[in-house]
């Protein structure tokens, strides 16, 4: 699937006012999330379309649905082990069944309990929290 890239202004018209939104490119059945990986682990799953070679499912890791926020956090792609951002199709089935392990504060971490699930949290976007001020 090909990723639909239009000019900041045109999306921002768009988004909503007030509340709670994940802004995500989505279809009917599919979620876009970015996530970074160091060199290893990113060039073999862009090369192979999958998963593999270093890659560990005990790694701790996290996704967002905002492209440039996900740049940010790691470091406009100059940290270590977070060089490489690749942006995943989710099932949109998936995605939505694991924001309903999320913690329903923003900021605040929640710690598996012998689920197997990652620690998880909301974060905001730099740009709607500066929008709110």
């Not at 379309?49 to 890659?55: P, Q, S, T």
């Given at each position: ?18 509340g ?91 710690r598996?309990?012998g ?19």
């Amino acid at each position: 699937m090909m990723l639909v890239t239009e000019p900041y202004a045109a999306q921002v018209a768009r988004w909503p006012r007030a509340g709670r939104h994940i802004l995500a490119q989505c279809t009917d059945d599919a979620v876009v999330v970015y996530q970074v990986y160091c060199p290893a682990i990113g060039h073999f799953a862009a090369r192979h379309k999958f998963f593999g070679g270093a890659f560990s499912l005990n790694r701790m890791s996290w996704i967002k649905p905002n492209f440039l926020w996900m740049m940010y956090r790691s470091g406009w792609g100059t940290r270590e082990g977070q060089e490489v951002t690749l942006a995943i199709w989710l099932e949109r089935a998936a995605f939505i069944d694991s924001l309903a392990l999320l913690p329903t504060e923003i900021g605040v971490a929640q710690r598996p309990t012998g689920s197997g699930v990652a620690p998880s949290r909301w974060t905001r976007d730099p740009h709607m929290v500066a929008a709110s001020r």
